[in-house]
Nanobody
Framework: QVQLVESGGGSVQAGGSLRLSCAVS??????????MAWFRQAPGKEREGVAS???????LYAESVKGRFTVSKDTAENTLLLQMNNLKPEDTGMYYC?????????????????????WGQGTQVTVSS
């Protein structure tokens, strides 16, 4: 059984920073899988991929967050991280952590929600202008 629990969301002003964490627990002592990602969903909009990481160096960001967000893994703690700097009002939304059961993934799949089978409950990020 897989459980993903996000934390670190909150309300900040534009230009501020937040650091999201996703704690991964997998029954049977299995470590977190290689391919993980952050998605977000604003009210009335579709869920969109924000950042993905496969292994340690296969990283892809949405164009809208490049240069501002950094995704990383702490495998010792089984945690996925998302450092968000210079936040903008359009970054507002529910942020979800996702993990894939796949061992390989093509580039175009990295930010597709259908590529991920396990999801957390989300953490709210609100950025005011």
């Amino acid at each position: 059984q897989v459980q993903l629990v996000e934390s670190g969301g909150g309300s900040v002003q534009a230009g501020g920073s937040l650091r999201l964490s996703c704690a991964v627990s997998v029954s049977g002592g299995t470590d977190m899988r290689d391919y993980m990602a952050w998605f977000r969903q604003a009210p009335g909009k579709e869920r969109e991929g924000v950042a993905s990481i496969g292994g340690y160096t296969n990283i892809l960001y949405a164009e809208s967050v490049k240069g501002r967000f950094t995704v990383s893994k702490d495998t010792a703690e089984n945690t996925l991280l998302l450092q968000m700097n210079n936040l903008k009002p359009e970054d507002t939304g529910m942020y979800y952590c996702a993990m894939s059961s796949a061992w390989t993934m093509l580039g175009y799949q990295l930010l597709q929600s259908t590529s991920y089978q396990y999801w957390g409950q989300g953490t709210q990020v609100t950025v005011s202008s």
